[in-house]
């Protein structure tokens, strides 16, 4: 079967770095997708990963291992306005997106 | 319009009722997207479409239908309401395969069925 794993909640101080880990396994694989969302809201795109290694855009990062089904989000100089819940996401061989459930980041001062 | 919306914001109906949930995107996406999400849970796949005139069922279709009119709208219908339909649903659009398939999501609606 299909599925993403992600830690339910995680806690970090305000100008710390955090790690979000997410484990997949999907029919296929074309990619893996980090999004946010905030209370109440709609999930907003942050990074896709299809190649190994580490893609960095501003203060945040996405790295993947395709051999490892494994993928983090890393977020540096953490403000908070980062307290959000992140969702990792797979897209199978049929181009659909397998979400996980979710981690909520809890930041404080 | 800019981007995607969705409509009611929220809405308490009766179960058994019939109610259509509806959306527009004018960013002229091929694909468009039904999910649903509840506490605890990802988001999982209502139905989807890949282009105007086409539509496939996504992991939980049971009770929900949809159709593809043109590009820009994608309404999914409750037939007949019942309380585990009581949820978000969200609405996401996107250009489709390749690393052109970052989806966009419309604000939700949130559904309570009574």
């Known amino acids: 079967g299909q599925n993403i794993d992600q830690p339910t909640e995680m806690t970090a101080t305000e100008g710390a770095i955090v790690q979000i880990n997410c484990t997949y396994q999907t029919s296929g694989f074309n990619g893996l997708f980090w999004y946010q969302q905030h209370a109440g809201e709609a999930p907003t795109f942050l990074s896709y990963?299809?190649l190994d290694g580490l893609e960095e855009k501003g203060r945040f990062s996405s790295f993947l291992s395709r051999s490892k089904g494994y993928s983090y989000l890393l977020l540096k100089e953490l403000q908070m306005k980062d307290s959000a819940s992140y969702l990792c996401?797979?897209?199978?061989?049929?181009?659909?997106?397998?979400w996980g459930a979710g981690t909520k980041l809890i930041i404080k001062p | 319009i800019a981007g995607i919306t969705q409509a009611p914001t929220s809405q308490i109906l009766a179960a058994g009722r019939r109610m259509t949930l509806r959306c527009t995107q004018d960013?002229?996406?091929?694909?468009m997207y039904w999910y649903r999400q509840d506490l605890g849970l990802g988001l999982r796949l209502i139905h989807y479409s890949n282009t105007a005139g086409t539509t496939g069922k996504g992991e939980v279709p049971d009770g929900y239908s949809v159709s593809r009119a043109n590009t820009d709208d994608f309404p999914l219908t409750l037939a007949s309401a019942v309380p585990s339909q009581t949820s978000v649903y969200f609405c996401?659009?996107?250009?489709?395969?390749?690393?052109?398939?970052?989806?966009?999501f419309g604000p939700g609606t949130r559904l309570t069925v009574l």
């Open positions: 990963n299809v």
């Open positions: 996401a797979g897209l199978d061989s049929n181009y659909q997106l397998i």
């Open positions: 996401a659009s996107g250009n489709g395969r390749g690393d052109t398939d970052t989806q966009y």
């Open positions: 960013m002229r996406h091929n694909a």
